[in-house]
Every structure is written in structure tokens, then in C-alpha cells.
């Protein structure tokens, strides 16, 4: 095998609690994490032996402002393996991204997830999944998800993961807009000791369960909202949108700002992408569904 292509999937967060700060810096949370059908594409080529003896990786996005060496996730995941496992190869890796970039969706998790498995493949190292998780921890919080996808309770700061049953079936709107928001400013700005009210993953987990929609999104919150609507009033414009025009629910993913809402039916999620689109709020807008995040080769 000298080449493979990948999905790598986005993801959204159904509910987002964080439950404490830890001395590490890192925060403890719990939440339902689910992937969606939008996805980057991964492609790595076996171009031949390495000139050297370290790894030799080209790195190729259709995005110029991301970064095309030892500072993209995807050159480092690669760069782990191959150190780890003495491969002597020069290999090209090609990222044509489609997920926002800074957007709450883990975009650059989900390439590093996506490299790790296929090089896990293209060189038939066999390791499982839960062993590629382990190297995963090492890159990123989120990477770990990723790399397993679908619906999953993320404890922890993120490592810990409990498959869940699929999502109810539905149609999501995710709209993103032109902003960017610095994780590192939401978490610095949470003041936990003023949050009175917390999202109630567990009743969200039976929702789920049991296959109910309108109970699942009736239990959908996200902690970090709490700092990135006031900074941001757009996101709380695209919530409302979503939800008057026939959304469910409506809430932020992540540390924002995409804004994402949940509709039973395809025709009302049509109808609110074009009000969504026509408003400006929104550059990147995208009607997708839940999936199960694995790869597709």
C-alpha cells in the first residue's frame, strides 16, 4: 500500500460541563461529544525511503494561512508513529480542509486522529484503537474522541470516553461565524464559582437512550457560553435565528463560536440554512447530520 485517503470528521458538543480547574491548569469536564457528517479530507502518499534517518513528511492544505510543517498536528502525529516505530520513510500528507477552522468543532484534533490511523495503516503497524488513543493524549484533549467518534461521553480533560448509542436521527445546521475565539480566553474567563446552574448530562445520556430528540435537546447546554455569548453577541443572534426558524435547540460547539442547531425535519433545516446564509451572520454554513466519525478509505 503506498497511498490512503481519510474523512476526518468534525465534531459538535451536545452538552459541555465543566465540573472543576485542576492544579495541572487543565479543566475537569463531562461531556457528550457527536460527530457530524462535514469532514476534511486526508490524503498520505508513500513517496519512498526518508534521505536521512528521521522521518521526511510534506505537509499540503488548500488553507494558506495553516501551517505546513512541524507546527501542524498532522506532521506531529505522523512524526510520532514514525520516530516510535523506526520508519525510515518520506511520506506526503495532503489536507484539504472543509471543517471551520477555530470554530469549537476540533478540526485540527480530527486531522491528527485521521494521520494517526492511516499511518497506522499505511505501514500495518496494528495497533488498536485504544493503544492510538494513548499516543493521541499526547497530541490533544479532543484527539482521542476523534479517533474513536460517534456519540461519547468525554470525562476528564477529555481522555476518558464512555460509546454511547447513536444520536437520534436529525438534521444540523451548523453556521460559523466570522469570528475567532481563543480557547485559551474562554477557559481564562469561566469563573466557575458564579455558575448556579449546570447542564444536565446525565438526563441528556437517558434522552439518548432512549431515542428521544425533543428530550435530548431539551437538555443541551454549554458551560462556555457563559463567557463567549457576552464577548460575542453574534452567536446568541445565530441561536435565536436557528431556533425561529424551526430549530429544536439551538446551541454553541465547544469553546465557539460555531453555532449549531438540531431540526426533525429536513425541509425546516433547508429553510433555515437560507435564512441563515442570506443574514451575513454566518460565512461558513452547512447542512450535515450526525455519523459515526470512522474513516472512510
Same mark, same amino acid.
Given at each position: ?104 468543532? $476540533? ?11 492511516? *499511518? ?26 476523534? *479517533? ?46 458564579? *455558575? ?13 437512550? $432512549? ?47 460555531? #453555532?449549531?442547531? *438540531? ?11 437560507? #435564512? #441563515? ?7 461558513? #454554513? ?12
Amino acid at each position: 500500500m503506498h497511498y490512503i485517503h481519510i474523512r476526518a470528521h468534525g465534531k459538535i458538543n451536545l452538552g459541555l460541563d465543566i465540573l472543576r480547574k485542576r492544579e495541572d491548569g487543565y479543566h475537569e469536564v463531562k461531556m457528550i461529544m457527536q460527530s457530524v457528517g462535514l469532514y476534511d479530507k486526508i490524503e498520505i502518499t508513500l513517496l519512498g525511503l526518508s534521505s536521512t534517518d528521521e522521518p521526511e513528511i510534506d505537509i499540503e492544505t488548500n488553507l494558506r494561512y495553516l501551517p505546513s510543517n512541524e507546527n501542524n498536528l498532522a506532521y506531529k502525529a505522523a512524526y510520532l508513529l514514525m520516530s516510535e516505530y523506526k520508519i525510515k520513510a518520506h511520506i506526503s500528507i495532503k489536507i484539504k480542509k472543509m471543517i471551520p477552522v477555530s470554530a469549537g468543532m $476540533a478540526g485540527g484534533s480530527t486531522d491528527c486522529a485521521a494521520v494517526l490511523k492511516g *499511518i497506522n495503516k499505511l505501514f500495518n503497524l496494528g495497533l488498536s484503537i485504544e493503544k492510538l488513543k494513548e499516543y493521541g493524549v499526547t497530541l490533544g484533549a479532543d484527539v482521542p474522541y476523534c *479517533i474513536e467518534g460517534g456519540t461519547a461521553l468525554s470525562e476528564g480533560i477529555g481522555e476518558k470516553l464512555t460509546k454511547l448509542p447513536d444520536m437520534p436521527p436529525c438534521i444540523i445546521l451548523l453556521a460559523k461565524p466570522p469570528i475567532n475565539v481563543s480557547t485559551k480566553f474562554v477557559y481564562g474567563n469561566l469563573d466557575l464559582t458564579k *455558575i448556579e446552574t449546570h447542564p444536565d448530562i446525565d438526563g441528556m445520556i437517558e434522552a439518548i437512550k $432512549a431515542q428521544d430528540l425533543k428530550g435530548m435537546v431539551s437538555k443541551m447546554g454549554n458551560l462556555l457560553e457563559t463567557v463567549t455569548e457576552k464577548e460575542y453577541p453574534i452567536i446568541t443572534e445565530l441561536k435565536e435565528m436557528m431556533v425561529a426558524n424551526g430549530a429544536l435547540g439551538s446551541m454553541m460547539s465547544g469553546s465557539g463560536p460555531t #453555532v449549531f442547531g *438540531i431540526f426533525d425535519s429536513r425541509e425546516k433545516a433547508k429553510a433555515a440554512y437560507e #435564512v #441563515v446564509k442570506a443574514s451575513g451572520l454566518a460565512r461558513q #454554513v452547512y447542512l450535515t447530520d450526525g455519523g459515526d466519525g470512522n474513516e472512510r478509505y
